[in-house]
């Protein structure tokens, strides 16, 4: 089918200049509308107003400018239809072979503050996604061009083939009809935030954009991308160094950059956190980002190795060297110095991350889990605890409870089954990830007692309550200070009783925290 006609009518006007020009040199008759129309004029190109075809005006503040009969038959009309085209002719109805037109920006205007809802309203484009819906369900005689990264292409292949052809057209109606949705989407989203009582409605919409694809999935030979969920050309983090991302990598980024984000909302001082296979394996408060990553690193330097570190402040030179003298995948500051950052980028592959805004990863969200073809979908866990009560006859100290807090932020984020032995702002050993709390705790002691710390005086936090009085009694014979955890438990009696056997005082927060 050869393009005779094009109609065009664009907000965004980027390159339709050049595009028209080309459309008439090869004897494409323009129509247009309004401002589109006036441009084209203006430069010379011949155009045929859209209002002098159909008869009607443009009315009611431009809000009905291309819905009229005349338009859509020339659209959806099959030209191999003998009964389409008598009725084209017997109502004087033309042909239009190409739709070129982009909708009002309301991607943009939601990203803007303070505008209305009735000012939002006024950047729903009716007509402009009417026609490109029309368009594309008829692509095998229209065109439907809904941005100018297709124009150089069209211009091509109507100069070498005189036509587009079949599977290109078919592609451009699968665009289009996506791009359409996602417009529609939008619209969607935004109303449902004005209006929604529930995150979870009983119809839930979400559209995936691709953000970058990565090296690969969970193991090289699956592929992987990574896409956002809302309507975000912007990711947390922005890579200044070293290899692609895999999946691995965002799912051990995400998992550092959380735990760090807590620690950075809940302690002044600076915090460095390690992770491998999405588990902390260290992590630690200071005064300086050197004197943080040395006590995380200690916490378990074997695990350490291939893992990623992140501090919650600008990295400095020296820190920068000590992290040289070893092999991580990532590592991730508030900012560096540039001394700091051209040391870091003599490893040629380690992959440097920048989080400006470290509060970002503890936003109200919800979070999503496939299996199969279900999808799991719940709020994302940003709370700490209810409350913090000592339950044991020893009493707590505004100390412990500090030591304790921080505690209790790093088991958040271990896998469950998860104790934590902590120390001076320091963990000591991690049991994460076992089927029973007392092979946990057992764990925990082990790596502690691996990375050379004493646990005399530690701290021991627990994801969720213990079934047994085990796991305190274990713990209590490397003479720990103090537990916490979320209480809750048929035994809690028992295992209070223990605790005030052996001295240790013990603080309840009302609140598990299972990691799976």
Known sequence: MKVQTALISVYDKTGIVPFARELHKLGVKIMSTGGTANLLIKNNIPVVKLESYTGLPEILDGRVKTLCYKVFGGLLAMRDNKEHVKQMEELQINSIDMVVVNLYPFEKMMKKKGLSLDEMIEYIDIGGNSLLRASAK?????????????????????????????????????????????????????????????????????????????????????????????????????????????FNNIVDFYATANACAELDKYFKKTACVIVKHRNPCGAALSDSVSSAYSKALQGDPVSAYGGIIAVNKKMDLKTAKQINTRFYEIVVAKDYESSALKELKKKKNLRILKIADYSSFLKKNSVFNSYGNLLLVQDKDNELFTELKTVTKKKTTPKDIEELKFAWIICKHVKSNAIIFTKNMQVCGIGAGQMSRIDSTNFAAIKAKQAGLSLKDAYLASDAYFPFKDSIALAAKYNIKAVIQPGGSIRDEEVVQEADKKKISMVYTAMRHFNH
């Open 138 to 246: 008829n692509y095998k005689f229209v065109l439907p061009i809904f941005s100018s990264k297709f124009y150089n292409d069209i211009i091509k292949l109507l100069k070498e083939k005189k036509d587009v052809p079949f599977e290109y057209r078919l592609n451009l109606a699968k665009e289009t009809f996506l791009f359409t949705s996602y417009y529609d989407n939008l619209i969607h989203q935004y109303l449902s935030e004005k209006t929604e009582k529930t995150l979870y409605p009983a119809n839930k919409t979400l559209f995936l954009k691709k953000m970058q694809n990565l090296r690969y999935g969970e193991n090289p030979h699956q592929n992987a991308s990574l896409y956002s969920i809302k309507n975000s050309n912007k990711i947390q983090f922005k890579q200044l160094h070293g290899k692609e991302l895999s």
